[in-house]
């Protein structure tokens, strides 16, 4: 696995950059409420299937450290779709035998159609749970993962777009005040 190394100027901005939150989940609150997105679900369905052909992009070149941030985004997308709906996130307790990346792909994309027609929010709370079991099968710390993706969230500058009702990132923010997440840093010591 390689990972990309950045310059010492962009490693001063990003240690500069960041707020250090108590939980990932005050973090992704800060998030929402700065942008006002406190209620707004939006299409997440959309976004997560987009992000599904990130993650299946980035699992086919090997490159770990991408795939969990993309694997990230999706619980992102997930957790902000159960604030919206005032659902809790973590009601779920299952295991997965044999995790594979392909496994989980398949059964998110079946927990979507199974959204479309039932319109049940315990699917981003099925699509959260099988991401955690997979970053953590694949030896992430899926907290850690988060509040990396949380501070790299919160970097962002940007604005809703009425027409699609989506937070769009501004193309003019200087890349370093964006915070570069550290996956690399989140792995399970075993």
Partial sequence: MKL???SHLNNKVNNMAHVN???YQDGLFKFRKDRGLENELGDVVTNILEEIVEVRKEH????TIKLIGELTD???YCENALAALNEPVDALDFIIDNITVDRVLIDITMDIARYDRDQSPHIFRHIHRKIKLLIESIG???NKCMMETVKKINSRK???NNKTGKWEKSKTQDPYELYSPKYSICTIIK
């Fill in 158 to 160: 940007g604005v809703i």
């Fill in 4 to 6: 990309k190394k950045t």
């Fill in 140 to 142: 992430f710390d899926f």
């Fill in 74 to 76: 999706i619980c992102v």
């Fill in 60 to 63: 086919r070149v090997h490159n």
């Fill in 21 to 23: 939150y108590l939980t």
